[in-house]
């Protein structure tokens, strides 16, 4: 009985640990590893500080913000214009350099308003100087006196092929609080970093830029402000001409009648009175005859005169009565030549 049972029993040695405490014990003692988390947008600047990686590029902290005021400029793929062809030249002569750009940084691009020495009109963001230029933290001038010499650009696709940069100095756009991109110049060999003059050169040229773009945008605001006002002047003109059509027509087929016959009242007309149109007669004569002769005063005296007389004279029920919308009376035998008769 007692063989039996020491035979169940599994026998271990005191040197061997057993499986299941190594287990736990391994459990507790093992460290989890988690995963880092994603960098934040203002850190993506040292994913690339070791060189250029296809894709990949620095992004401000108020991108939105830029890409609203860009996008509100409606400036993106536009045609050529002069008036930022001239500065980027002007740039051009000053500095001495083969090539001058207006660039605007997009979303994923940067694409050039005006373009010297080059022969496109935009570059992957990846591979834009100017995606550095427009960071928050960048300075006032970004230059780069020698692109192979520096680890941010030694690898960068237009300095190992075409154009070659090597030299690069960049004033970027301000517009509303946020750089839109910049004024650049760009040399195919090393330079020597700028003076204080150049740099506020360049400084002015960046702000012609913004002058420009900001007078584009207010032309083109005036250019739809016009067309709306030519559109609903014409569209009052249309309802006017309507109106004055339908009241034509309506006074043509229903004359109205004197105020006295549409109120019900009993009209006795009254007998012309000689004396007044003699009188009349005689001052419209004399008027004609003497006009040339006459003082100011004595002629501005007559015609009044002559009013007060024909505004009596239009009381008699024997005119004829007829609309006010441009349709004149009836002409009469008895008026005279000055038309107060």
Known sequence: MSSLTSSARPTTRPDEPNEFLAAIFKCFTTSVETPAPPPAADAAVSTIKGGYRAGYFPIPSNEDERMRVLRALDVLDSSAEASFDHIADWGRRTFNVPICLVTLVDSNRQWFKACYGL??????RDAAFCAHAIMPGAPEIFEVPDA????????????????????YAGAPLHMDGTKLGTLCVIDKKPRAPLSKNERETLKSLAAMVCDQLTSRLQSKKLQVMYEELVQRTAEVKKIRSAHCSHRTSQALTNPPLPSSLSSGQSHQPRAPDPHRHGERAHLCHRLRAESHRMEPEDLRDYIDRAERRGRADDQYPTRPVMPRDGLEPTPRSDRCLCGWG
């Open 119 to 124: 022969d496109v009109n935009q570059t992957g």
């Open 148 to 167: 192979c010499a520096d680890t941010r650009f030694a690898n960068n696709p237009l300095v190992v092929g075409a154009p070659h940069i090597r030299y």
